[in-house]
């Protein structure tokens, strides 16, 4: 079964400063994986997917990704924060032609002015 | 195109009663999942169907959540004789097979208390 980790409860960054957020994931073949935010009183919105062929890939507002294989990651990378992408952001997994969609605990993201 | 609604958007039971959250996704979608969302954590996969059809409830506390989906399009999840511990925000995505290799799209959510 497929699972994610995301190490870091809470990061805080200065605004301006670069940002990158961890997530490990365990699955036997190569799996979708999904970065989403959710920030507060909405619902979760998806930044950026991979399944295959360039390992980074972008997202909306800025934000890549990069997979690796050897490393079983996929860390989420923004060259500039600003103050309104202070959020909760959710690393995911899917199996490969499966439908079951599992997240991990989330890392809490805030950026200071 | 209209997103994925949810109502209600909150609900506040004394343990014991009973609560349903109602969720209409995306026209077209024919994947649906509930999650449940405890406060300062990840969403947690419940139910999801294909269609009218259940993929996978195994993690749905079957003695007092049921979920339902009768003619493949909205959902409605039902949580009987409501604990303290069912105090969460429940979230409901869909999904459209085949396409954006399953990326979900998500309601804002009904935040359940349970006192």
């Known amino acids: 079964a497929q699972s994610v980790t995301q190490p870091d409860a809470r990061v805080t960054v200065s605004e301006g400063a670069s940002l990158q957020l961890r997530c490990k994931y365990s699955y036997s073949a190569t799996p979708y994986l999904f970065w989403y935010v959710q920030y507060p009183r909405q619902g979760l919105q998806m930044l950026l997917k991979?399944?295959?062929?360039?390992?980074v890939v972008q997202g909306v507002n800025g934000f890549e990704a990069e997979f690796s294989k050897s490393d079983s990651s996929f860390h989420l990378r923004k060259a500039s924060v600003h103050w309104s992408d202070s959020a909760v952001y959710f690393c995911?997994?899917?199996?490969?032609?499966?439908?079951?969609?599992?997240f991990g605990s989330g890392t809490r993201l805030l950026v200071s002015p | 195109e209209a997103g994925v609604t949810q109502s209600p958007r909150y609900a506040v039971l004394q343990e014991g009663q009973a609560v349903s959250f109602w969720c209409d996704p995306i026209?077209?979608?024919?994947?649906l999942y509930w999650y449940q969302q405890p406060r300062d954590q990840g969403p947690q996969l419940l139910v999801y169907f294909r269609d009218e059809a259940v993929i996978d409830n195994s993690q749905l506390p079957s003695d007092r959540f049921s979920a339902v989906r009768p003619k493949g399009t909205n959902s409605t999840l039902k949580i009987q004789s409501a604990k303290q511990g069912d105090t969460a925000t429940y979230l409901c995505?869909?999904?459209?097979?085949?396409?954006?290799?399953?990326?979900?799209?998500f309601g804002e959510g009904s935040r359940l208390i349970v006192v």
């Open positions: 995911a997994v899917s199996a490969t032609g499966g439908y079951k969609v599992v």
């Open positions: 026209s077209g979608h024919d994947t």
């Open positions: 991979y399944y295959s062929g360039d390992p």
């Open positions: 995505a869909s999904s459209l097979t085949g396409v954006s290799g399953n990326t979900l799209y």
